[in-house]
């Protein structure tokens, strides 16, 4: 029984009591015609709450028939190990555009450098403006450890610790011109089509950065990571050669990594 009826009752006991009393005084026909009306109100007004009642009932069962049930999907985190490999290449566009002179790191990594050589191309066609001068800057990669993911990893609430486009060209001039003080982190961003997986640059930090303070960071970064992925992996700089729009490869001695010099 819903409040309004109740208030309904409640108004009609008072009312009844007051005109009974009158009707009691005055006429026994008021009497026999407000008994009349007051039960034919509480017999209609009885049916519309209780019909009220039954369509909403029936709309929360056809709803229910309606709304599809899924099934809550258990996401896995952590259980498939990437298989980093022990040398790899990384890529990076040097180009000036606008006078300006940029150093952008390409995502992916790969095992060959002829790979990492398709892939720079790849992005730099793609690319929504024209260098006016660019070059490819490929950094062999020696393995060196791995790092164990954990699952607030990607559980935690992010702290929007994005790195925007200029702290990464900023970041790696310092890898440039100190190889040998930097180690880049590695992370497996997927896998193809065939169940391999491809793997990604994340970021630099100095040799020698408390691992707490990786996984931190990785933790607050939105870069993506495979959620599956068991490790990410730190590589040592072994080697950096420049290709000339030419073809023509040099190997880059860090003697002050001049970006200019380079692209003259």
């Known amino acids: 029984m819903s409040q309004g009826f109740k208030k309904w009752l409640k108004i009609c006991g008072i009312l009844y009591g007051i005109f009974f009393a009158g009707a009691t005084v005055l006429r026994e026909s008021y009497l026999t015609l407000f008994i009349f009306v007051f039960f034919l109100g509480a017999t209609i007004f009885l049916v519309y709450e209780t019909a009220k009642e039954v369509v909403v009932k029936a709309k929360e069962i056809i709803m229910s028939w309606r709304t599809p049930k899924f099934k809550s999907k258990v996401t896995k985190y952590c259980d498939i190990d990437p298989k980093f490999p022990r040398n790899a290449w990384a890529g990076f566009m040097l180009m000036r555009i606008n006078g300006n002179t940029a150093l952008i790191p390409a995502k992916r990594i790969y095992l060959t450098?002829?790979?990492?050589?398709?892939?720079?191309?790849?992005?730099?066609?793609?690319?929504?403006?024209?260098?006016?001068?660019?070059?490819?800057?490929?950094?062999?990669?020696?393995?060196?450890k791995l790092i164990k993911n954990k699952r607030k990893m990607w559980t935690k609430v992010k702290k929007q610790t994005e790195i925007d486009a200029l702290a990464k060209m900023l970041y790696y001039v310092d890898v440039f011109n100190y190889p040998a003080l930097y180690q880049l982190l590695a992370i497996g961003i997927g896998r193809d089509d065939e169940g391999k997986w491809e793997w990604g640059l994340m970021t630099r930090f100095l040799k020698g950065t408390d691992q707490k303070k990786i996984e931190q960071f990785m933790c607050g970064c939105n870069?993506?990571?495979?959620?599956?992925?068991?490790?990410?992996?730190?590589?040592?700089?072994?080697?950096?050669?420049?290709?000339?729009?030419?073809g023509k490869e040099e190997k880059h001695y860090p003697n002050g990594f001049g970006a200019e010099e380079v692209l003259n």
């Open 113 to 144: 450098k002829q790979e990492e050589k398709l892939y720079l191309k790849i992005v730099h066609d793609a690319a929504r403006k024209e260098p006016e001068v660019w070059m490819q800057a490929l950094v062999k990669l020696k393995f060196a």
């Open 223 to 246: 870069e993506k990571v495979d959620e599956r992925c068991k490790y990410s992996a730190v590589y040592d700089v072994e080697e950096i050669i420049f290709v000339r729009p030419n």
